[in-house]
């Protein structure tokens, strides 16, 4: 295996037009006519390269679009990344976050060993702290290639990719170093958990996972871990992490990354973030069709989110309590599978009928959901790639979020506005609920044909007693299933930035 790209961030004061910057990123909007101050600037040193490539006319400073004008001066960058930024109006952080990915995509695939970005220039309205800090963000998931199993010694790109936000005002400074620091962060925890959500079965089974989960902790101040074994899960009475485990050889486990600060803000909610860990789901004896079946090492991508997230949580240093769950198992057919018509006992005392066994993400969460609520778990957010018909709803644009608290909706829906992952607010009433009721259990685990993603939230919040909880389905956002102009292929860690910035407001007290 080789390494993942080595992604390093860092910001300086610099000259654009003197000092010799290996590449420079600078926006352009497509619906501002002529170049602004540092590009007209540029264009002088670079004798002129910016403008001939905006009369060729290809390059139209739509967003996802990106040229290179390479410098036919003596001073100043080497290269000039014009990098498109859409209409000016609509101009945010995140606007600055996608455009920053684009320049990282482009820097790798040219192979460019320092990347210097000056996008938050065009942008002056957007505060320094928050540019910079979507601009390493993007950067980082922009350059990221999962290549760890590719054999040979040409993979293409370069083994590292130093980011540097850049800036000619000295005052600006204080406030870019605070925001690059908090970016390369949480861009790098994004990174770590595409890794390990891309690791295949027969590498992260949940044994393995909860391994990590261990090194992580290890490796991070205030961070520990528990991890409950077969034994312990039946000693525990976890019946859903059981049932939906008992077909693999890689016996489930249930991991708990508890995060104790050093100083906690006073009067702040201790806080559950729960994670569907999946760590490969064939349907069990449902079994899944063939087609596209390889994706479905993804479905560990809620739990990996979680772990990550809480790797954030600690090099922050947020001042919450929060704990981590993340219960974990592998779906599959096989003689002590669980099977439909089966009744479990879950860890609440609440008994469901099975009726497909590839409902088995809400098996789970449920256990971990209600052992949050017996911990006193103030707050429960749980996140997974739960449902099929959450992705008809939404498609691959936006998460489902699902509450009956508004005010937690209403943070939620902030968090998603400040990290670019987007939600979107469906319902998971006691209409929904009505439909998960069973003749012979207290539940069962599908409730029809229509409404999937509501009536599998619906199910979920009947363990979260009287703690204010919340529910993120993201299936349908956890893969890049090509190529785009933002990221290579593959996992994307939705989550990470929408739970950390949760957090991070949380502690904010905001």
Known sequence: MKEIIKVSARAAKADFSKDALETLAIGVF???????????????????AISAVLAAGEFKGDMGSCEIAYSKGVTGPGRILLVGLGKQKDADADTLRKAAAVAGKRAVAAKIEQLSLALHKAA????PAAAAQAMVEGAYFGSYRYDEYVSGGDNGRLPALAVCVVDDSAKAM?????????????????CYGRTIANRPGNVINPPALAQEALRVAAEHKGLECTVLDKKQLTRKGMGGILAVGAGSAGEPRFIELKYTPTRPRKGSPTIALVGKAITFDSGGISIKPAENMDQMKLDKSGGVAVMATMRAVAQLGLPLNVCGLIPSAENLPGGHSYR?????????????EILNTDAEGRMILCDAIAYAVEQKCDIIVDIATLTGACMVALGNHRAGLMTDDDRLCKALEKAAADSGEKVWRLPCGDEYAEQMKSKIADLKNIGGKWGGACTAAAFLRQFAGQARWAHLDIAGMDIFAQANAYAAEGSTAFGVRLLTAFLMNMAGGK
């Open 124 to 127: 002056p309205r957007i505060k």
């Open 30 to 48: 497509s619906d501002v006519k002529g170049l602004d101050k540092l590009g007209l600037a540029l264009d002088k040193s670079a004798g002129g």
């Open 340 to 352: 439909p018509g089966d009744i479990i006992t879950t860890y609440s005392g609440k008994t469901v």
């Open 174 to 190: 204080a406030d870019l170093r605070r925001g690059v620091a908090v970016g390369a962060v949480i861009g790098q925890a994004q």
